[in-house]
């Protein structure tokens, strides 16, 4: 990295946080030079910002930024209010863009936008810098999905996101056959201006609007995640050899005879890890991690390379998945399937008693699966269950739990270290064979889930630390990291105010420690408001994205870590065995310079394409949870305040993870205000309060698929109701 390059990072890193000061062993650490020569050419830099009087530095060593950029660049992101938030490139910085600022550019654009020149002291009383969109520079989408609708002789789209438009108006002649009332996919080919409607065409008919399945294809639309592969990528699919070539297990390390599992979800067809485990001599274990060698199959620059990377990750919906890959090779070539050989990328670790990893090997390899289990049997084997345990092979018995205790070795470990281990529960449906939704159940975190999380954590942190940490080399080898900042102090002093309410102490001091927060889970683990706090916890975290620069993660206390076990499904994981295999083979320095030059594009566009999956999974999943509420309307539940807003209460029914809304017209017992520093809504009159975290008995009073909304209202008695049975 150039000295002009360093000083661009620390100039971009302080202005993400214009309104705080650094000492330069943190700035340092957070950008990812720790060692001492990288930590001298660090300083000189700094120096020559300093000399420049691009940066300040102040009382007590510290730094702060200086000057104030005018002009930047970045992604809208509109809320349903018309105001909205500029996300500056390269920067966790958000703009702020008033109603009135927004130039005619909607959701999802990326725009221009002209700072506001703020004085020190507004600086320091706002929390984000305010500005106006002044150009568009690429719109967001030219696809909306939206329902049809008709008014005498106009017809037009109502997009199901209203951030975007409150209506596209279509010609008679631009119909595509499709009815009033259908959820449709309209192109969009002028956006309008002032009192002017976007105009566009219908291009597919999805279905009829508040269909189940039409929403969730509306879904799929809305997030542009495509159903089909092109058909060069699935022709280049089907010309790969199904059959294992003599010469390329003769590279490899045979481990064949080695015995090794796969544990995986009831439903998965895509298997990309097994795991094995043998004892050795000194005492320690060989524990292995064998993942699928995509990168033998998915060339670089190739047909299914470049589908790949621009999915960059599989996404799973309810009764569904986006695969990243095609089927036959997501759930043919190259899953480990049990009885059959599979080319894989192992790693070997030397791990003590205490948890330590004394050693390891990273090598190609080829395996062969002694046995497809699901989390639910391998659970059943750890609880002694003699139905399942006398059908299977003692010494796989044995294996799974020495395993077991391994696992749990690790787990101490990393908590003792400073890991933050967040239970995050999932919900899972029960469907009826047309495919609608029958019963809602909170998915159970087995023991099984963290012996295989535990075993894949080791071996990405094992990795990491393989490729980032010096190996007598001045500069580190380009690598793709997965990396979590620090938390805002401002965000977990809020989160300590909150917790506090509930009776339950987070020590903050300023220097924000993941070992703090884990002792907070630890205090509510088990109690009523355990998922709130975690949900909370979650929000005042930082996101985890990846970066070709190492700042190590704070949420797992790792100082390295990286994602190589899911290449069937991410694309980083991809990338990484590809790195592997080019690094042990020896990298030409221009090869080298290349890499370097393409990560920071893979990093951001991966990390881009991961937030996007996760909307639309959320988008998925509350369909599916409209859908079943349905069948609930006028009936009750038990439900716990999950947000407080000036226009109502967010309540979630804890046994299905269901969130709909209170609105604050249906409080009319009393005129209620909004305390935001207390979160909650108090009655004017009765003095009465509704607090974040308070328990509830709710009715369920309307429903709407094509809104995604389900709305309660408080039952007064507070009675249980018998709940009505559906067919």
């Known amino acids: 990295m150039t000295h002009d390059d360093i000083r661009g990072r620390i100039l971009e890193f302080l202005a993400r946080f214009p309104n705080e000061t650094f000492k330069s062993r943190e700035m340092a650490r957070r950008l990812g030079f720790r060692d001492e020569m990288a930590y001298v050419r660090f300083k000189e830099a700094l120096r020559s910002l300093q000399d420049e009087r691009l940066i300040e530095r102040v009382k007590g060593k510290m730094y702060q930024h200086l000057s104030i950029l005018q002009q930047a660049v970045g992604e809208l992101r509109l809320t349903r209010q018309g105001f909205g938030f500029v ?19 909607t959701h999802g654009d990326v725009v221009e936008v002209a700072l506001y020149v703020q004085s020190e002291k507004e600086r320091r009383r706002k929390e984000r810098r305010e500005g106006e969109v002044t150009k568009i520079v690429r719109r967001g989408r030219s696809e909306v999905v939206g329902t049809l609708e ?67 294809l509306s879904v799929l639309r809305e997030f542009n995640l495509p159903r089909e592969f092109p058909r060069p990528v699935l022709n280049e699919a089907d010309a790969i050899p199904a059959e294992i070539a003599a010469e390329e297990v003769a590279r490899r390390r045979d481990l064949r005879n080695t015995r090794c599992v796969t544990i995986d979800p009831v439903d998965a067809k895509d298997f990309d890890d097994a795991v094995s485990l043998e004892p050795m001599e000194n005492g320690n274990w060989n524990l292995g991690v064998h993942i699928a060698d995509v990168s033998h199959y998915v060339r670089e620059g190739s047909e299914l390379d470049r589908e790949a990377a621009k999915r960059a990750t599989s996404v799973y919906v309810p009764r569904g998945v986006i695969p990243m890959l095609p089927e036959r090779l997501s759930g043919g070539l190259c899953s480990l399937r049990p009885n059959e050989d599979r080319l894989t990328y192992s790693v070997f670790m030397e791990v003590t008693p205490r948890g330590a990893v004394k050693a390891y090997e990273i090598t190609a390899s080829v395996i062969h699966s002694d046995r497809r289990y699901t989390y639910e049997e391998v659970q059943r084997i ?66 099984s889930h963290r012996l295989v999380e535990e075993f894949m954590l080791l071996a990405n942190r094992t990795v990491a630390r393989h ?18 900042d620090v938390p805002d102090p401002a965000k977990v002093a809020e989160l300590a105010t909150f917790v506090a309410k509930f009776g339950y102490k987070l020590h903050v001091d300023g220097n924000v420690r993941s070992k703090d927060l884990q002792r907070l889970l630890e205090q509510v683990r088990g109690s009523e408001v355990e998922n709130l706090i975690n949900e909370v916890a979650l929000r005042a975290m930082a996101k985890a994205v990846y970066s ?76 599916m949870q409209v859908e079943y509420m349905q069948r609930h309307l006028g009936d009750d539940f038990e439900a716990v305040i999950s947000g407080v807003q000036h226009f109502g209460l967010f309540v979630k029914v804890q046994e299905m993870l269901v969130e709909g809304m209170i609105h604050v017209r249906d409080l009319d017992d009393d005129y209620y205000i909004f305390d ?34 389900i709305d309660f209202r408080i039952v007064d008695d507070g009675a249980p109701r018998k709940r009505r049975q559906r067919s």
């Open 87 to 105: 996300r500056l490139e390269g920067s966790d910085e958000e703009i702020y863009v008033a109603r009135g600022d927004t130039a005619g550019a």
């Open 150 to 216: 008709h008014e005498r002789k106009t017809y037009f789209v109502i997009p199901d996101d209203v951030r975007i438009a409150p209506a596209i108006t279509v010609a008679r002649d631009d119909l595509n056959q499709a009815a009033e009332g259908d959820k449709v996919v309209v192109a969009v080919e002028s956006w309008g201006r002032g009192h002017f409607h976007p105009e566009g065409r219908i291009v597919e008919v999805l279905g009829r609007a508040g269909e189940a399945n039409a929403e969730v």
């Open 382 to 447: 750890l609880d002694g269950d003699g139905s399942i345990r006398d059908d299977e092979p003692p010494e796989r018995v044995a294996m799974l739990e020495q395993m077991q205790k391994l696992a749990s070795v690790l787990t101490a470990k990393r908590l003792r270290e400073g890991a933050i281990d967040f239970e995050s529960p999932e919900a899972a449906f029960v469907f009826d064979e047309k495919g609608q939704p029958t019963e809602i159940k909170v998915k159970q975190r087995l023991q």
């Open 467 to 484: 490729i980032g940490l010096p190996h007598g080399e001045r500069h580190p080898q380009p690598f793709l990291y997965r990396i979590h």
């Open 548 to 623: 070709e620069q190492n700042i190590g993660h704070f949420g797992l206390g790792f100082d390295y870590y990286s994602h190589f076990t899911s290449p069937i499904r991410r694309y980083p994981d991809l990338v990484i065995h590809r790195l592997l295999r080019e690094y042990a083979s020896g990298m030409a320095p221009e090869r080298r310079e290349a890499v370097a030059r393409k990560l920071p594009f893979t990093a951001k566009h991966s990390s881009d394409m991961e937030r996007n999956a996760m909307e639309a999974e959320r988008a998925a999943t509350k369909v």
């Open 676 to 709: 935001e520093k207390k979160y909650s809504l108090t009655g004017r009159r009765s003095g009465r309060e509704h607090r974040l975290g308070d328990k509830l008995r709710v009715q369920v009073t309307r429903v709407s698929t094509e809104d995604r909304r």
